[in-house]
């Protein structure tokens, strides 16, 4: 049966450790530049129904670096669910290529995709979730602590698709996971259920985001109006005033507490321009790892990991 990415917690927690292994040896190939092309004559359908740099470049990179050949389809090439129908999309890139990635709106959207697609399918973002990215985050966070016990790991901002992978994640590895956000922007209430039913991890969801970095190991945060959202941005940030990190909020943090954003930042608004530029920041090494923990996934799914 084929695999799918469609939540971080598709994965058992051994296969998550497999995937932060695999994507550490591959990153050490990518390093040494060593020849490594398992996906020679393969290809890789990369639908986009939202903008994108990090997704877009790292995927495309990645795939055609390990001998691959990836295809960028832009929002007005498919147009899913709109032009043609999301089930027919599926069948159709199912034909032609060896993989398909998809950053999409609809979360329904890229599990009818799954459903229908008969190669692997990986979530490149919906507005429900982003779990690409919280893989190469937990990545960044062990190679940059050397492991990953007792985190503790602040989120300060939108309760949004990165939140609910943060989340989703708690359910599969020990994890103390605050999120301090507004009252009327709280991450959905059956994710956080979900998250804390599986009763492995600390979850908190607080309002007071100078109180919740004491003893943070990672402070963490997002724009304030996502992908679809941009609309609301005037509104939103009265609601988010206190909620930018900067230096006095990380001070406030553990000592040594890292800063990461998952980008890309506004910076001034959901994060100061000193707290970015600060050596807790590691934002550009969560960046590139996006790419190698991306390549671990794609070899995962075609069952060469
Ligand atoms: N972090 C991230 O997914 O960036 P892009 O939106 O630029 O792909
Ligand atoms: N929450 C952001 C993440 C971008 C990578 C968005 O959805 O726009």
């Known amino acids: 049966m084929k695999r799918d990415f469609i939540h971080v917690d598709d994965l058992t927690p051994d296969e998550i450790h497999q995937v932060l292994d695999l994507a550490r040896e591959v990153k050490t190939k990518f390093k040494r530049r060593e020849i490594f092309q398992p996906f020679a004559n393969q290809s890789l359908a990369m ?5 994108s740099a990090r997704t877009r470049i790292s995927f495309e990179t990645g795939f055609t670096r390990m001998g691959g050949h990836a295809i960028y389809l832009s929002p007005q090439d498919i147009e899913i669910g709109k032009r043609e129908a ?3 999309v599926a069948r159709v890139i199912s034909r032609y290529n060896d993989l398909i990635m998809a950053r999409l709106f609809a979360h329904a959207h890229i599990r009818e995709l799954a459903a229908h697609a008969t190669v692997p399918v990986i979530n490149a973002l919906t507005d429900y979730n982003h779990p690409c990215q ?7 966070v062990q190679e940059a602590r050397s492991h990953l016990d007792n985190l503790k790991i602040v989120y300060v901002g939108d309760g949004n698709n990165i939140v609910h992978s943060w989340l989703r994640l708690a359910a599969r590895l020990p994890l103390h996971f605050v999120c301090a956000c507004p009252p009327a922007y709280a991450p959905e209430a059956a994710t956080l259920e979900l998250a804390r039913e599986a009763g492995l991890s600390t979850i908190e969801i607080i309002h007071d985001p100078m109180a919740a970095v004491q003893d943070a190991d990672v402070v963490y945060t997002d724009v304030w109006a996502s992908m679809g959202q941009k609309h ?29 954003h998952c980008l890309p930042a506004m910076r001034g608004l959901e994060v100061s321009d000193e707290v970015m530029e600060s050596p807790a920041s590691i934002v550009f ?11 671990a996934i794609m070899l995962f799914l075609t069952g060469q990991g």
């Open 232 to 260: 609301e941005m005037e509104e939103r940030k009265k609601h988010f005033q206190g909620f930018q990190v900067d230096t006095r909020m990380m001070d406030a943090a553990r000592a040594g507490a890292l800063f990461m």
């Open 86 to 88: 999301v089930k027919d």
């Open 47 to 51: 639908i986009f129904a939202k903008p």
């Open 134 to 140: 919280i893989m190469a985050d937990i990545f960044t």
């Open 285 to 295: 090494t969560q960046a590139e790892n996006r790419m190698h923990v991306q390549n």
